[in-house]
């Protein structure tokens, strides 16, 4: 199967997979976008507390980057990836309340970033 159409099917068996999350875990609110470059930007705001669920998909071989900051707190988070691992997802708890500027960086495009707000992050 091409890794084009190997990554879509991942993509589509983790949305499948957070639908049927317990209500205790469940998402409050996400939001996504894919770029064609190597580098996407996503601006988010509402954010009420909870957890914060970080979703990174990068192409090529080497080291992926996602990058998450606070546009009212002085707060930054950054990660790397290994950038063949195809689609993760990374949880911060209690991140702070407001609004959210996300970034993913890769050697090769498209990228995707997106942020699903969690309303209890432990899920208990």
């Known amino acids: 199967m091409p890794k084009m159409l190997t990554r879509g099917v991942v993509v589509g068996v983790l949305a499948a997979s957070a ?24 601006y988010v705001s509402g954010y009420q507390g909870g957890g914060l669920s970080i979703d990174a998909d990068v192409h090529g071989t080497g080291t992926g980057r996602w990058e998450l900051w606070s546009l009212e707190e002085n707060w ?6 290994d950038a063949a691992a195809g689609p993760g997802s990374w949880l911060r ?32």
């Open 19 to 42: 639908a049927a999350l317990t209500p205790q875990a469940a998402s409050a609110a996400a939001f996504s976008t894919t770029c064609q470059d190597t580098v996407c930007d996503l």
């Open 76 to 81: 930054y988070h950054v990660q790397d990836f």
């Open 93 to 124: 708890s209690w991140s702070p309340k407001g609004r959210y500027h996300a970034r993913v960086t890769g050697p090769a495009g498209p990228v995707t970033i997106g942020l699903r707000w969690l309303d209890n992050p432990t899920g208990s």
